[in-house]
């Protein structure tokens, strides 16, 4: 079930956690900083064995830690070579089942490149492999939520009309928000009370309240160009009007996750909580 609240934690383990580290310390000293929740980082691949995934999810039990997931880099639903598309829907399939054995609600991944082909015929391709990735999930009775990560480059599928389009079309999909990667994708918009409060009425109008009710959202400061994103950056050193956006998800009442994505990312998680519950 979707938490009760808005939950505010790291991209990872954190980088404080005593050595040596692990998913299972990550997780315990994410309840001593006084975090809501921790990501699965699977970027380089879902390495993690399902009885590793067992004790994760006792930890996550244990210390009250809400769970997400990020699947591997390697994914282009749209790639040129089908062996490459065959690849990446194995690794996305991967990353939901460990994740759901960790006891995480949702995973996140990045899932294609336009390739230079025509948008309207790439979310064509992604939406019939994600609706396969998702009847084999369900085949599985995995109901783990498949949400493709809006993206910080013009070259990226994964814009906020294609992912709510998407949404639309898949029930068990829905997006992660990277409010970071949008501000970036747009050359700078999306920085502004009005702005952030129109993702929200837009998601609310495409999805109904229940997509408000149980977010997945992800973000950092970021260094960006006219081509979109650079690099992540810490909070105060970047652009990102984070307080109007914490601003924004608490006028909306919104719950879920929010993963900090920042370099310093236990720092600025607790930064980001400390700011929401100080409106």
């Given at each position: 079930m979707p938490p009760n609240k808005l939950c505010f934690g790291p991209a990872g383990v954190p980088r404080t956690t005593p050595s040596p580290g692990g998913t299972l310390k990550g997780i315990a000293r994410v309840k001593e900083l006084g975090l809501d929740s921790m990501e699965l980082e699977f970027v380089h691949g879902v390495r993690m064995k399902p009885a590793m995934a067992k004790q994760v999810n006792q930890a996550r039990l244990e210390h009250d830690v809400g769970l997400t997931a990020h699947g591997p880099y390697y994914i282009n639903l749209n790639s040129l070579e089908e062996d490459k598309i065959k690849a990446s829907v194995e690794r996305i399939l991967a990353t939901g089942r460990i994740a759901h054995l960790c006891g995480a609600e949702s995973f996140t991944f990045h899932a294609a490149f336009y390739m230079k082909k025509d948008p309207g015929?790439?979310?064509?391709?992604?939406?019939?492999?994600?609706?396969?990735?998702?009847?084999?999930?369900?085949?599985?009775?995995?109901?783990?939520?498949?949400?493709?990560?809006?993206?910080?480059?013009?070259?990226?599928?994964?814009?906020?009309?294609?992912?709510?389009?998407?949404?639309?079309?898949?029930?068990?999909?829905?997006?992660?928000?990277?409010?970071?990667?949008?501000?970036?994708?747009?050359?700078?918009?999306?920085?502004?009370?009005?702005?952030?409060?129109?993702?929200?009425?837009?998601?609310?109008?495409?999805?109904?309240?229940?997509?408000?009710?149980?977010?997945?959202?992800?973000?950092?400061?970021?260094?960006?160009?006219?081509?979109?994103?650079?690099?992540?950056?810490?909070?105060?050193?970047?652009?990102?009007?984070?307080?109007?956006?914490?601003?924004?998800?608490?006028?909306?009442?919104?719950?879920?996750?929010?993963?900090?994505?920042?370099?310093?990312?236990?720092?600025?998680?607790?930064?980001?909580?400390?700011?929401y519950n100080g409106l």
């Open positions: 015929m790439v979310f064509k391709q992604v939406l019939t492999q994600l609706q396969s990735i998702r009847d084999t999930l369900d085949s599985e009775s995995n109901p783990i939520t498949i949400r493709p990560e809006l993206t910080g480059k013009a070259t990226q599928w994964g814009s906020l009309e294609e992912l709510l389009n998407l949404s639309c079309e898949i029930e068990g999909v829905l997006p992660c928000i990277d409010f970071a990667h949008l501000h970036a994708r747009n050359g700078g918009k999306y920085n502004t009370s009005e702005e952030f409060e129109d993702v929200l009425a837009q998601m609310e109008a495409a999805l109904g309240r229940a997509a408000l009710d149980n977010l997945h959202i992800h973000l950092a400061g970021i260094e960006y160009s006219d081509k979109g994103e650079r690099k992540h950056l810490d909070l105060q050193d970047s652009d990102m009007n984070y307080i109007e956006l914490m601003q924004a998800l608490k006028d909306f009442d919104v719950k879920g996750y929010l993963v900090c994505e920042s370099p310093n990312q236990e720092d600025d998680a607790l930064l980001l909580k400390q700011t």
